[in-house]
Structure formats: C-alpha cells, structure tokens
Antibody, heavy 119, light 107 residues
Framework: QLQLQESGPGLVKPSETLSLTCTVS??????????WGWIRQPPGKGLEWVGS???????SYNPSLKSRVTISVDTSKNQFSLKLASVTAADTALYFC???????????WGQGTLVTVSS | DIQMTQSPSTLSASVGDRVTITCRAS??????LAWYQQKPGKAPNLLIH???TLQSGVPSRFSGSGSGTEFTLTISSLQPDDFATYYC?????????FGQGTKVEIK
C-alpha cells in the first residue's frame, strides 16, 4: 500500500523560504508515468494545486506561484520536496503531497502538514 | 486557467436522501474530471475519476456523470459517513484547478 508523509517546519517567518519534504513508502518515486504533486488548503478554504514533478524530474507549477516555487525529486531517498520562497501570511495553509498518474487525478495523498507563516 | 464552479455551496440533507452536486467548467475539460470527499483535518479522498469511473473501494452509491463543461456527482442514498465537503477537479490542463467545494450538512 502506497503511503506518503509530509515533513517540515510548522512555523515559517515572513519573507523566508518554506521547505517541505514528502517521503514515499510502499512504492517508488522513480516509476514511469507517475507524477508527484503538492496541493495546499488555507484554513477554512478550498484546495489549490501548487505544482507537480515527474519521476524524471520535470516540474510543472501553478502560474500564480511559479516565480516562488521549486519542486524537486530525490530518487535515492524516495522523496520529493517543495520550496516556496518569500512567504507571507497568505501562504499559511495545510500542505498535502499526492500522487497522480500522468494526466490523471490524485489517487494517493499524504495526511497533510500545517504551515503557519508568522513572525 | 480553467475555472471550476460548484453548486450549491452548502447542501442540507437527511440520511437516505438522494443528493446531487453540480460542477461547471469555464471551458471544456472533456472527461478529465475528478470528485473528492474531504472530512475536516483530513486529506481529500478520490471518489470518481474520468468523470464517471468509480475509484476502487468507493461505495456504489456514489456516481458521476457529464462531459465537456457540466458534471454531476450523485449520492443515491446519503449515509451518516457521507456528511463531508466534496470537491471537483479538472486535470485536462495545467494548472489543475478545483471547485470551491460543496459542504453536505445534516438537515
């Protein structure tokens, strides 16, 4: 059974960089046609796709965040990561990592990790 | 970006009711549409993909239909475990986009 687990600081200061890692178990990030994504949800609000990366390391980003986002994959650790630069209070959210198969829906999700941006 | 609009935003219903949620896309997404159920503090759970394909393990009281710009999620007989928020999502184009959600409440 595939499992995804987010990890990283729960509190980030304004203007700093948010860094999260998603560890995959029960399967490999280096598997053809699978993509690994990040989705976020501000408290009490809806879902926003942040970006995704293929097993080969080719990323796609939400244009609304593109200038600040970097997603990378580390096949040796079976992990993928999110960096979001120059954060503000508007970046406070529950961040989920998830898997999708090529152009397909998100079928496996991590439990989510709350990141608060505050001084 | 493709805008996804769900209606209603909130729905009050009783156990046993038939419930229908609508999702409209600002342009055609063909059949590349998914439905998720989310409970407070939890990750979304995939119910339906490709507009009408039931995800493995999801009860058959859930069904999806539609194509192009208009889609529906139907729960044939609402169960206590179904009180939650439901989201549609298009994956026809990047950026993937979600509807704003429909909260199904106990009447």
């Amino acid at each position: 059974q595939l499992q995804l687990q987010e990890s990283g600081p729960g509190l980030v200061k304004p203007s700093e960089t948010l860094s999260l890692t998603c560890t995959v178990s029960g399967g490999s990030v280096d598997f053809n046609n699978y993509y690994w994504g990040w989705i976020r949800q501000p408290p009490g609000k809806g879902l926003e796709w942040v970006g995704s990366i293929s097993h080969s390391g080719s990323p796609s980003y939400n244009p609304s965040l593109k200038s600040r986002v970097t997603i990378s994959v580390d096949t040796s650790k079976n992990q993928f990561s999110l960096k979001l630069a120059s954060v503000t209070a508007a970046d406070t959210a529950l961040y989920f990592c998830a898997r999708h198969h090529g152009s397909d829906s998100f079928d496996y999700w991590g439990q989510g990790t709350l990141v608060t941006v505050s001084s | 970006d493709i805008q996804m609009t769900q209606s209603p935003s909130t729905l009050s219903a009783s156990v046993g009711d038939r419930v229908t949620i609508t999702c409209r896309a600002s342009e055609s997404v063909r059949s590349w549409l998914a439905w998720y159920q989310q409970k407070p503090g939890k990750a979304p759970n995939l119910l339906i993909h490709k507009a009408s394909t039931l995800q493995s393990g999801v009860p058959s009281r859930f069904s999806g239909s539609g194509s192009g710009t208009e889609f529906t999620l139907t729960i044939s007989s609402l169960q206590p475990d179904d009180f939650a928020t439901y989201y549609c999502q298009q994956y026809n184009n990047y950026p993937y986009t979600f509807g704003q959600g429909t909260k199904v409440e106990i009447k």
